[in-house]
């Protein structure tokens, strides 16, 4: 079993739709958690970081860290074409450890 | 403008032949990581250095290697390449402590090697 499980999609949407990207991971350790954006070609981009468990928003992107329940989430609202990409969740467990990956969801955004 | 470089972009080799890829940032980060990513398997990180001469072994070590003689560079090694190394390879960097900030970790834009 993967530390971290990651729905591959691909998630194709409507423009202006809210988006839900979601991870799950075994290890209780984890106390950070990350979302990446990785357009095609192109290295991965952090976008949200968060440190144990709650909410945090940034603009249209909320991340959502539930460690009860070992799994975390990124909304996207008003979806645009622009955020097609592969978002990649990572976890780890302290400043300076290793990050752990998910496989990644690619995300298509329909105008 | 704060960034990783990684060279070259692309490489197309034959079995055993030695190669570099070399790894550059200029934030004056502690970190820096090698990772390759391979279809369904999402990134996985093969060697990782946390300063000047300390360096350690990720998830998928063998068959590579990596100095660390400068905090800027952060070269990674195949010593006899193998077909099952083809990938997409990311070097990244970051500070040790990443207080609440996304501006404190960059990868660089990928080498894609293919071994022959």
């Known amino acids: 079993q993967k530390e971290v499980e990651q729905d591959p999609g691909p998630l194709s949407v409507p423009e202006g739709a809210i988006v839900s990207l979601n991870c799950t991971y075994s290890n209780s350790a984890f106390q950070y958690f990350m979302w990446y954006r990785q357009y095609s070609r192109k290295g991965p981009e952090l976008l949200m970081y968060t440190y144990s468990s709650g909410n945090k928003e940034d603009g249209r992107f909320t991340a959502q860290v539930d460690k009860s329940s070992k799994y975390i989430s990124l909304f996207i609202r008003d979806s645009q074409p622009s955020d097609s990409a592969t978002y990649l969740c990572a976890m780890s467990y302290g400043d300076g450890n290793k990050l752990v990956f998910g496989a990644g969801t690619i995300l298509r955004v329909k105008s | 403008e704060a960034q990783v470089t990684q060279n070259p972009r692309y490489l197309i080799t034959v079995t055993g032949k030695k190669l570099t890829v070399t790894c550059s940032q200029n934030?004056?980060?502690?970190?820096m990581s090698w990772y390759r990513q391979d279809p369904g398997l999402g990134l996985r990180q093969i060697y990782y250095?946390?300063?000047?001469?300390?360096?350690d072994k990720g998830d998928v070590p063998e068959g590579y290697k990596v100095s660390r003689k400068e905090k800027r560079n952060f070269p990674l090694i195949l010593e006899s390449p193998s077909p099952n190394q083809t990938s997409l390879y990311f070097c990244?960097?970051?500070?040790?402590?990443?207080?609440?900030?996304?501006?404190?970790?960059?990868f660089g834009p990928g080498t894609r090697l293919t071994v022959l």
């Open positions: 990244a960097s970051s500070s040790l402590v990443m207080g609440d900030s996304t501006d404190t970790q960059y």
């Open positions: 250095s946390m300063n000047v001469e300390v360096t």
């Open positions: 934030m004056n980060h502690e970190y």
